[in-house]
């Protein structure tokens, strides 16, 4: 239905076949060095061993769409490959350099950067040498609503002042971070969507504090998720990304890409749960008959690969419409897929988990620390109420055309 180009078919073989050969056997490794350091926040040697296996193989920057810089993947074509890594999902967009938030602020550098900033940090990042967060949420305000962000930057001469707090700015705890992209206020008398600009801050820069790592249903993921402080930062005119009052803009143009990547590696989640389940259910025996002969078991599998099937020919939908026709004219299907992809992994998970019995929430099975993860989608990159009212206002706009032009 969605044809993809013979290269990106080559690229997807050549990507399940390193999984199945280095990343999956990899993951027991991977938490074993983990708990040997004692640091949730522990860079483990085996992911720069799978970084340098992947980039010698060419499975690197997969997601980036500018030949430039990256292989030239649409949309489309990426969508899949992003599944597959979500099926592994806390290893696998790291090893290929393709995790968020780095994927969204390396396209923020190409679109957006000076020159020096595509030398000093995008070059960097693209290398995997280097890793950055994205600094937009505070406690303080309802920051689904990016208006409301209360972070100054005050101008001084041919600098910003920058004071206030931040929080989940996720990956700022991660061994390798070395850069914030900062959302905040330059002029509160603009109109709403001109009163913030975003500008790159080095996170070692004199008045960044990290406060606190939050966790996430108890878990202390190891890229984190940071409380930052801002006090009397100062920022270089020349580090504003596009020009002030331009940061509404740059978060909108960032968004769409980021939230499809989101949508495909919670697919490839909610794929791996359904793996589980059916083994599970087909190795557990009670009143002697296997767990997969019962029926309520049986629904759950058959409408765990109908929704599956459902949310992924619709998220291509989106992907091949901001291929051929732009975000903007994509933005429906965009808010669509954020809502339910979070929502059809959830009930799988929690039913893969319902099969594996107590043993579902331990760390013995990922399923736990999926479920925590995927339950944050619902609320990252705009929680699923402010998708829900986007969709609801442009049906109610359709139809209102519809009803004048008649």
Known sequence: MFEISDRAKAVEADLREFMDSHVYPAEAVYEQQMLEAGDPHHHPQIIEDLKAAAKKRGLWNLFHPHPDWGPGLTNLEYAPLCEIMGRSAFIAPEVFNCSAPDTGN????????????????????????????FAMTEPAVASSDATNVELRMERDGDEYVLNGRKWFASNALHANCK?????????????????????VVPIDAPGVEIVRNLTVFGYADREGHAEITFTDVRVPEKDVLKG????????????????????????????????????????????????????????????????????RLLTLKAAHLMDTVG????????????????????????????????????????????????????????????????????????????????
């Open 106 to 133: 390396m396209e923020v550098f190409t679109l957006f950067g000076s020159e020096e900033h595509k030398e000093r940090w995008l070059r960097p990042l693209l290398d995997g040498t280097i890793r950055s967060a």
């Open 179 to 199: 850069v914030l992209i900062v959302m905040g206020k330059t002029d509160p008398d603009a109109l709403p969507h001109r009163q913030q600009s975003m500008m």
């Open 244 to 311: 002030e009052g331009e940061g509404f803009a740059i978060a909108q143009a960032r968004l769409g890409p980021g939230r499809i990547h989101h949508c495909m590696r919670t697919i490839g989640v909610a794929e791996r749960a359904l793996e589980l389940m059916c083994r599970r259910a087909d190795s557990r025996v009670t009143w002697g008959q296997p767990l997969s002969e019962r029926a309520n078991i049986q629904d759950w599998i058959a409408e765990a690969r109908i929704d599956i099937e459902m949310i």
């Open 327 to 406: 975000n903007k004219a994509a933005r429906t299907e965009i808010a669509a897929i954020k809502v339910a992809a979070p929502n059809i992994a959830l009930t799988i998970i929690d039913r893969a988990i319902q099969v594996h019995g107590a043993g579902g929430v331990t760390g013995d099975f990922p399923l736990a620390a999926a479920y925590a993860h995927v339950r944050t989608l619902r609320l990252a990159d705009g929680p699923d109420e402010v998708h829900k009212r986007a969709i609801a206002r442009q049906e109610l706009r359709r139809h209102r055309d519809t009803a004048d032009a008649g």
